[in-house]
């Protein structure tokens, strides 16, 4: 039986990692072969991506893509593409946030198959927490909306991959009428049987720089001042440990490899903070996506803020503190002067709900996104 294609479209650079989320290299699809196209360099410069990728480490610099440069030929390739293949659009939130729709246009024009992603949550303002910023948030979120709509051209997707009660309650009011939903565990969680707990861990987020700062804000700094962010970190650290007796692990993305320990020699590893995160007791971070997994493994969570950082960035930490794991966030600087003490309880019932609204519905079993999602695309070439 021949074989059609899934072509994976991201309109930005993007890692290996990232990408082997939705299609893991040493999976296969029965009755696909997976290839991958990007628009990257029709919205950034050379430049910009070239130093996207600068300090990435070579395995996570993604292969074997085809680099679509002009809108030409972007309309030319999708003419190859046949009536059974299919294109999952893995990203495009840069062509949606410019306004820019002619992808949209060329996939309806040429009544190309394409399956949307809806790739990240957005969490309900936990307005029991602190109501006057999460009505601050509320409003920021109605007019990003509106602006996004307002662009809209009422494109319906063949197939929309959704997660949680919440996804396929807002996919229902869209009220596509050609577009089948595909109700998946989320991406963000390894449902694979949690292990016994025995490790504290922190989510490092890379002290010194963000790679995506090339593509939106090369002016970003994480810190204004990382020597005194990272020593502060440190003497928290020591505080977590005497109540734990145990020395906390450092969790690395692959996204960058430091050149030597940072950490006062505390054990750092590269690409298993999922897998970390579902056998500790704590995990300590400040807003980093891995943190979802704490929610599936029913792990305290601490996030920290510090008075270095942005009043943004400052701002967002506050924001998952709350509405993920219903607690505040606190400055590392009032741990380290005793104002406050670390709160290590959790809300089970609060985790179970935003479990079920964004990562599991009811009806789906346990099991990794890759998995699942590969056994539904097989079936409609069946």
């Known amino acids: 039986m021949k074989k059609n ?9 993007s890692g290996r990692q990232q990408l082997n989320k939705v299609f893991p290299e040493n999976k296969k699809l029965k009755n696909y072969i997976v290839k991958y196209f990007t628009t990257e360099n029709m919205n950034f410069s050379k430049k910009d991506i070239l130093d996207y990728y600068k300090e990435t480490p070579k395995k996570d610099i993604p292969r074997n893509m085809l680099h679509i440069n002009n809108l030409s030929q972007f309309e030319n390739f999708l003419k190859t593409i046949s009536k059974n293949d299919l294109v999952f659009i893995r990203e495009r939130s840069f062509t949606q946030n410019k306004g820019k729709d002619y992808d949209l246009k060329l996939f309806k024009k040429y009544k190309v198959n394409t399956i949307f ?8 303002c936990n307005f029991r927490k602190d109501f006057l910023l999460n009505i601050c948030r509320f409003i920021w ?3 990003n909306s509106f602006r996004i709509n307002f662009f809209n051209n009422n494109y319906e997707p063949t ?8 996804e396929k309650k807002t996919f229902k009011k869209k009220n596509w009428k050609k577009t089948k939903y595909i109700d998946c565990p989320s991406i963000w969680i390894d449902f694979s049987k949690n292990i016994k707990k025995k490790y504290i861990v922190y989510i490092d987020e890379n002290i010194y720089f963000s790679r ?7 002016n970003y700094r994480k810190t204004s001042n990382p020597e005194l962010f990272l020593s502060d970190l440190l003497k928290f650290f020591k505080i977590i440990e005497k109540q734990y007796n145990k020395k906390i692990i450092i969790c690395c993305s692959n996204k960058y490899e430091y050149k030597k320990n940072i950490f006062e020699g505390r054990r750092m590893t590269y690409g298993k903070t999922l897998e ?9 971070g400040h807003r980093s996506d891995s943190l979802y997994q704490a929610i599936s493994s029913n792990t305290p969570v601490l996030l920290l803020k510090h008075k270095t950082f942005s009043p943004k960035r400052n701002l967002f930490i506050r924001f998952r503190s709350i509405t993920q794991f219903n607690k505040k966030s606190n400055y590392i600087e009032d741990y380290i002067k005793q104002k406050c003490k670390p709160d290590l309880s959790i809300d089970k019932l609060f985790y179970k709900k935003n479990l079920r609204n964004y990562f599991l519905t009811s009806n789906i079993k346990k099991e990794n996104f890759s998995k699942f999602f590969f056994k539904e695309i097989d079936k409609i070439s069946t």
């Open 5 to 13: 294609y899934i072509y994976c479209y991201l309109d930005q650079p």
């Open 117 to 124: 992603f809806a790739y990240e949550p957005w969490f309900k």
């Open 141 to 143: 979120k109605l007019i």
């Open 159 to 166: 197939y929309y991959v959704g997660s949680g009660e919440l």
């Open 276 to 284: 970390l995160i579902s056998k500790s007791k704590l995990v300590i």
């Open 212 to 218: 995506d700062q090339y593509l939106f804000n090369r």
